[in-house]
């Protein structure tokens, strides 16, 4: 019995030895794990707090283009995926042109395949279409997608990047330059808060139908959703999007846009520490700032200073001086040669022109392009009469008021001789307000017996000195008394034609004056004739005839060198309707741009 207590008693004390063994082990564990997650914390704070990015902020009322807010708005930062806002404009430039569509399908390529997350997850010789790369470059920040679009336009990358370093130029952003289509880290690719939010003006000013992607909150790619990184949509009223970013040397970026009510502001910031500071600050300027926006649209909308521009629909750049266009003459067979003939003016000199100023992101000029018009140039050779007298119209004046009282017999208009025909359709051309040439010459003779005006255009004769002149030259010399004598002497009988009527939808013109249009103009083409110039707006008058109804269509030549060109224009428009029948006419493919007048 003895031994059995003995032995009974030394396991309790092996058994109580051992827990006491494993309870200090347990204690001195949680103790180390204890630390260690002290530790941790501590180093996540200290890297937290010592991050600190560069900030920048800017809030700008797209209604007024006024500037609300700014803290570092013009210094140099690096745009991180806010790059891809550029990269889906000029996008949409190819959608809106027709050059793609939404279903054509992009090529991958191995460069693009390989490009760093966030990224779709694309192989090399896979396609993806143009609608599921501009989702995929809202919602995920996709950089493969990016570069897939960059290839697509571009070629290249690289050529890609010109290209939109050029649009950004365009747009009036001097301080933003592109490296790569994505945003990926790169020292030179650089932008500032202001150029950010110009960009995001522009793009919805110019493609309201492509802009609604940006409001894109969820996407479906090969069965997997894919939520916004902006996470202001859906959580602040008003927020329709556009586009987050972030790199280690940017910070946390963010370009938003928010419509309440009539207002409309833009805000950008650039270099928030986190995510969810970032969204913090936004939303705190927006806030702060909404009810200063102004309720009623003032500000032209932002527009393209393309230094290549084609003719078919803006004005080239002109490198010689226009000549003005020679006022009619009228010659009277009295005391011709006693009328001197005026030296030729000097031509003027053509104004050189200056770069638009900035002004919160808006370029003011009176005749921006609207670039994406794909018609042809084609040299159109023009030939005229062209004579210049002075102190000749107050003596034909006289002489047709002699003539007057006798031209009841004159035949008829239907009786005219052929040859009078032409005289009469340069004469209806005259009355054309922005036609500067051909231009008639109008002969008025009083012949004792006689007593009718013949009003034509003769045929050159030897006796005479008048020549068809070369338009970009000066008129040639001319002996006056010779060249109405030749007249007197061809002349096989007195005739009378009748101007004709000016058309119907141009204004007839006063004298040598341009007629003055009021109100605001806009231009829906630059046409090689004029026919097709009036087609071009009766098919804009189609089109947006709730702003056209009551506007005043006329046309108006220009040209460079020897090709003439014809300007489609309306005016007498308000800047709400100008603005409002441009964005009507670009959804149906015509280009249009507005012009304070």
Known sequence: MLGVSFASGRTARYLMLALATVSLTLMFTDHADARRRHHRHHRVHVKHSSYNPPFASIVVDANSGGT????????????????????????FEQLESGKLRLDSQLE????ASVQAPTKLGLRPGQTIRVEDAIKGIVTRSANDAAVVVAEAIGGSEENFCKMMTRKARALGMSKTTYVNASGLPDDDQITTARDQA???????????????YFSTSV????????????????????????????????????VTNIRRGNRHLVGVVLGGRSGGSRDATMRRLLAEHLDEGATRRTVAAITERN??????????????????????????????????????????????????????????????????????????????????????????????????????????VAEAAP????????????????????????????TPGLGEASIGTPAPSPSSTMAYADPNRGPPPMTLGAQARAMEASAPAPQVVASAAPSQDIAPSTGTKPVAHSGWIIQ???????????????????NAGRY?????????????????????????????????????????DISCMTIRN
């Open 68 to 91: 609300l807010q700014s803290t570092n708005a013009d210094a140099l930062r690096h745009p991180a995926s806010l790059t891809k806002i550029m990269t889906l404009y000029m996008l």
């Open 108 to 111: 991958v390529s191995r460069h």
């Open 198 to 212: 110009t960009l995001g003006r522009a793009i919805q000013d110019r493609f309201p139908t492509y802009y609604r």
């Open 219 to 254: 996407f479906t790619w090969r069965g997997s959703p894919i939520r916004n990184h902006n996470h202001l949509l859906g959580q602040m009223d008003g927020v329709d999007g556009i586009k987050t970013g972030y790199v280690r040397a940017s910070g946390f970026n963010l």
């Open 307 to 412: 230094p290549s521009r084609t003719a078919s629909d803006e004005e080239p750049a002109a490198k010689t001086p226009s000549r003005p266009a020679p006022a009619p003459v009228e010659v009277a067979s009295a005391a011709p040669e006693s009328i001197p003939t005026p030296a030729p003016r000097a031509p003027e000199p053509a104004a050189k022109p200056e770069p638009a100023p900035l002004t919160s992101g808006v370029i003011a000029s009176k005749l921006a392009a609207i670039p994406g018009s794909a018609e042809p140039m084609k040299p159109v050779r023009v030939k005229t009469v062209q004579v210049r007298m002075a102190q000749a119209k107050t003596i034909a004046q006289n002489a047709i008021k002699a003539a007057m009282p006798r031209t009841a017999n004159a035949a008829p």
């Open 419 to 446: 040859e009078a025909a032409p005289a009469a359709s340069v004469a209806a051309s005259a009355g054309h307000p922005a036609f500067p040439a051909p231009l008639p010459i109008v002969i008025t003779r009083n």
């Open 524 to 542: 829906v083409g630059a046409l090689e004739s004029e026919s097709e110039a009036r087609q071009r707006l009766n098919a804009a008058r189609e």
């Open 548 to 588: 056209l109804g009551r506007a005043d269509p006329f046309t108006e030549v220009f040209s460079k060198g020897r090709k003439t060109y014809y300007r489609a224009r309306f005016a007498g428009l308000s800047q709400d309707s100008a603005e409002a029948a441009c964005k009507v006419l670009k959804r149906s």
